[in-house]
Antibody
Framework: EVQLVESGGGLVQPGGSLRLSCAAS????????MHWVRQAPGKGLEWLSY????????YYADSVKGRFTISRDNGKSSLYLQMNSLRDEDTAVYYC??????????WGQGTTVTVSS | DIQMTQSPSSLSASVGDRVTITCRAS??????LNWYQQKPGKAPKLLIY???SLQSGVPSRFSGSGSGTDFTLTISSLQPEDFATYYC?????????FGGGTKVEIK
């Protein structure tokens, strides 16, 4: 069974940092591009970042460019999102998802990040 | 950047109704348009990709059409399990973007 499990969410103060992880299983992780997508409370979906199979191609939304860094470790079948300089508006549920032609096919269950003093 | 606009933002319908949701792109995206369904507290689920291709396991009452800038998701006969929020998403170019969502509620 294809499965993605996010972790690393929690409560952090404004200006702080957090690193999210996404553990993949049930498929060849190294063969799939990956996305991070978030959803603020009561709001819609916001695409954040994409990384190609090797990590050579990376894209970011303007809202997180320069603050967030996507990375992956194919040997560990894991995806990461390093989040720095966090703001109140970064409070959201963060999802990882597999990519096929830049569409999100399989999603994790999400991890909640709360930025608050 | 490409903006995606969905309408309506919400609708009320009854079981058995035909439901249509519209998505408009701010510039042409060819057929690079996907639809997702999200139920409360759950992750989104891919329903339709490339405008009209049904993702594996999705019931045939769901269909998609359109091209260029205007796209439609149709549910031919609404079922109780279809009450959810639906999002369109363009995968034509980065930054990728979603529509604001359409909440389908029970009348």
């Amino acid at each position: 069974e294809v499965q993605l499990v996010e972790s690393g969410g929690g409560l952090v103060q404004p200006g702080g940092s957090l690193r999210l992880s996404c553990a993949a299983s049930g498929f060849t992780f190294s063969g799939s591009g990956m996305h991070w997508v978030r959803q603020a409370p009561g709001k819609g979906l916001e695409w954040l970042s994409y990384i190609s199979t090797s990590g050579a191609i990376i894209y970011y939304a303007d809202s997180v460019k320069g603050r967030f860094t996507i990375s992956r470790d194919n040997g560990k079948s894991s995806l990461y999102l390093q989040m720095n300089s966090l703001r109140d508006e970064d409070t959201a549920v963060y999802y990882c998802a597999t990519s096929s032609w830049w569409r999100m096919v399989v999603w994790g269950q999400g991890t909640t990040v709360t930025v608050s003093s | 950047d490409i903006q995606m606009t969905q309408s309506p933002s919400s609708l009320s319908a009854s079981v058995g109704d035909r439901v249509t949701i519209t998505c408009r792109a701010s510039q042409t995206i060819s057929s690079n348009l996907n639809w997702y369904q999200q139920k409360p507290g759950k992750a989104p689920k891919l329903l339709i990709y490339a405008t009209s291709s049904l993702q594996s396991g999705v019931p045939s009452r769901f269909s998609g059409s359109g091209s260029g800038t205007d796209f439609t998701l149709t549910i031919s006969s609404l079922q109780p399990e279809d009450f959810a929020t639906y999002y369109c998403q363009q995968n034509n170019s980065s930054p990728l973007s979603f529509g604001g969502g359409t909440k389908v509620e029970i009348k």
